[in-house]
């Protein structure tokens, strides 16, 4: 058997042998130890990012709600791929078109009653400073909106809101409905972060890296 030797230098008389075996046991307890540290610390800043995403979203629907009573509307989306140092970045949309006049806004069911659009928040028509448009993961925070209720020409005191084609949809993964599409319970927008893994996310340089 082959023995290492630690000596000790406050007791140069007195030896301690330790087996590569032994040695290699407290090589690996220590690993496992600093591997459960690290997966703790993740989890800590995991969670910590997700609630304050949390708190920034509830500060952005209070925006929102503010908007809308200004403006008798919600806003239109902004487009996703400006960057911070363009005039457009964070500045929404008309919706009043046939098609979005900014780049990177997706049109769904388009031509319809229940045509909505997707874009990245737009911080500035809400009068939020252009960090809010990010997640704590770097990504951009993604809006959604039914058309006609963000259409600068139209209040909620058109004929749109009695539609109720025109509510959003949520739908699980067997494709049943989640909310009930009528006017007592309209959700009429939707904030959206990609999170941690950032699949389908715009990054802070306008860029979408992650399919």
């Not at 609630?51 to 919600?74: P, Q």
């Not at 319809?112 to 448009?133: N, V, Y």
Request: aromatic content about 6%; glycine content about 8%; charged content about 20%.
């Amino acid at each position: 058997m082959v023995n290492l030797m630690v000596f000790s230098p406050c007791s140069p008389r007195s030896t301690h042998g330790y087996t590569l075996i032994e040695l290699s046991v407290v090589i690996a307890l220590i690993g496992i130890l600093m591997g459960t540290a690290l997966s703790l610390g993740s989890n800590h800043i995991e969670k910590k990012n997700i609630t304050l995403t949390d708190t920034s979203l509830d500060t952005i629907e209070e925006a929102i709600l503010l908007f809308y009573r200004t403006h008798e509307r919600v806003p239109c989306p902004a487009s996703p791929n400006q960057a911070e140092n363009t005039a457009s970045f964070g500045v929404e949309d008309t919706c009043s078109a046939a098609a979005p006049v900014l780049g990177g806004i997706v049109e769904l069911n388009n031509g319809t009653a229940d045509e909505q659009w997707m874009g990245a928040l737009p911080t500035r028509s809400l009068g939020l400073p252009d960090r809010m448009m990010f997640d704590r993961w770097g990504n951009r925070l993604m809006y959604g909106v039914q058309k006609n209720f963000a259409d600068s020409t139209k209040t909620f005191g058109d004929e749109v809101v009695a539609a109720t084609a025109s509510m959003l949809k949520i739908r699980d993964k067997a494709g049943n409905k989640v909310n009930p599409d009528d006017v007592q319970n309209p959700v009429i927008y939707v904030l959206l972060s990609q999170g941690k893994d950032k699949r389908g996310a715009y990054t802070k340089a306008g860029t979408q890296p992650v399919s």
